[in-house]
């Protein structure tokens, strides 16, 4: 079945610091990969996507390229802000679970300070 | 548009209870999604339902189940609650048809504590 590993946390960063969060996947065929975010006391919000190898997800000037020969995802922001800090999921939809069904790493809390 | 909506937002009960938790989907979003978020994990799927059926089942027990209405919200049951079904769950709204193409939304969740 589908499953996503991503590194664990906490993250602890200074603000302005360059941010990696990695992700590799496990799915059949081609499934198609997304980074949540999610702040103190709220839900998920899609924070970017990619539906094709090679496909570059980007939002917020947050980045993730969809890696087949790796099964990789990772998330990656040149310069964070205190107003990042929150907890985000690698996840993934299609293969061998359906399109519908979305499967989420364990998500890796990110604390910027100032 | 209010976006997916749930309630209640939190909701204490006791082992052996039963709890429904409800969701209103996006507006002119037709499929409704349930998701168990345990503390410092990531959400785990527990059903699908669209055209009022459930099209597609997480690995949980039949103590869970749900309902969609006419109008596309949904109810999620949970009986003889246990200790361990304390979480946060999270409704998500999406378009059937094109899941490809359209973002499934998210709500606030419902914050359940069994006791």
């Known amino acids: 079945g589908n499953s996503v590993t991503q590194m664990e946390g906490p993250v602890t960063l200074s603000e302005e610091a360059f941010l990696t969060i990695n992700c590799t996947y496990t799915?059949?065929?081609?499934?198609?990969l997304f980074w949540y975010v999610q702040y103190p006391g709220e839900g998920l919000q899609l924070l970017l996507k990619?539906?094709?190898?090679?496909d570059k997800g980007s939002n917020k000037g947050f980045e993730a390229t969809y890696r087949k020969e790796t099964t990789s995802f990772h998330l990656e922001k040149g310069s964070v802000q205190v107003s990042d800090s929150a907890v985000y999921f690698c996840?993934?939809?299609?293969?061998?679970?359906?399109?519908?069904?979305?499967?989420f790493g364990t998500g890796t809390k990110l604390q910027v300070i100032p | 548009d209010a976006g997916v909506t749930q309630s209640p937002t939190h909701l204490i009960k006791t082992r052996g209870q039963q709890v429904t938790l409800r969701c209103s989907p996006k507006?002119?979003?037709?499929?409704v999604s349930w998701y168990q978020q345990a503390l410092g994990q990531g959400p785990q799927f527990i059903f699908q339902?669209?055209?009022?059926?459930?099209?597609q089942r997480g690995n949980f027990p039949d103590r869970f189940s749900g309902h969609q209405f006419p109008n596309y919200s949904s109810e999620l049951n949970v009986n003889a609650l246990l200790l361990g079904d304390s979480a946060l769950y999270l409704c998500?709204?999406?378009?059937?048809?094109?899941?490809?193409?359209?973002?499934?939304?998210f709500g606030q969740g419902t914050r359940l504590t069994v006791v």
């Open positions: 990619a539906t094709k190898a090679d």
């Open positions: 507006s002119g979003h037709d499929t």
């Open positions: 799915a059949t065929g081609y499934p198609s």
């Open positions: 998500a709204s999406s378009f059937f048809v094109d899941p490809l193409n359209t973002e499934a939304f």
């Open positions: 996840a993934l939809s299609g293969g061998s679970g359906g399109y519908q069904k979305v499967t």
């Open positions: 339902y669209y055209e009022e059926e459930e099209r």
